[in-house]
Every structure is written in C-alpha cells, then in structure tokens.
C-alpha cells in the first residue's frame, strides 16, 4: 500500500486547509483503520485524528478538537484532514496512515499503523 499526501500550505492564523491522502493500491479501504498524525520541528511524532473501520469511530487530539474533521471515501480510497481555525501551534508536518487492522484507533493513538504516506507541510502563520 503507499500513500500520497496532499493539501499542505502555508495559511494564515484562523485558515482553513484540507489535507488529502490516496492509497494507490486497489485494497479494500473500509476495513482499514485511517489515520492523521504530525511532527513539529523539535518535537515527537504525535496522533491528530484517527477513524476505525467501517465502524467510522473516531478519535482527536485534545488539541484539536472543534476544529478539526477527519472524515473518509471508501470508493475513492481517500481520506480527508479538514482543519479550520488553524493556530501557529498547529505548524508541523502532517502525515496520514493506514492499518489493516481496523480497530487501530483509539484513544491515546496507541497503535503503530504499518503504512505512511510522506508527509505535507503546514505552516500557520500569527
């Protein structure tokens, strides 16, 4: 499975952006768990959004919550980052993953997923 992340930027503090991400093998995406996390220069990689299966349970960081959605297309094997009111602390880079195991989302963001897309960049300027 290899992923393509798209959608970074550079935007303003209270923008919006869209992060995309394909899988472009042809797998069966509603039994994978899907999921966002970001690295800030200078800090750990750290769990944004994640989505379960086709259960569709989803999870956020503290962080982000209220402004950010996470959301999938099983037919277009795509899933989505939808982050508005963006804050400087949001600047990182941002990538998606995927698992076949679908229950691999959950609180805390504990499980290693085996599959990364390459990562985008967003920066939010003050």
């Known amino acids: 499975v290899q992923l393509q992340a798209s959608g970074g930027g550079l935007v303003q503090s209270g923008g919006s952006l869209r992060l995309s991400c394909a899988a472009t093998k042809d797998i069966n995406m509603d039994r994978y768990a899907i999921g966002w996390f970001r690295q800030a220069p200078g800090k750990g990689r750290e769990g944004v959004s994640c989505?379960?299966?086709?259960?569709?349970?989803?999870y956020y960081a503290d962080s982000v919550k209220g402004r950010f959605t996470v959301s999938r297309d099983n037919a277009k094997n795509t899933w989505y980052l939808q982050m508005n009111n963006l804050e400087p602390e949001d600047t990182a880079i941002y990538y998606c993953?995927?698992?076949?195991?679908?229950?691999?989302?959950?609180?805390?963001?504990?499980?290693?997923?085996?599959?990364w897309g390459q990562g985008t960049q967003v920066t939010v300027s003050s």
């Open positions: 993953a995927t698992d076949q195991i679908g229950y691999y989302c959950s609180e805390g963001f504990k499980y290693e997923y085996d599959y």
């Open positions: 989505i379960r299966n086709d259960e569709g349970t989803t």
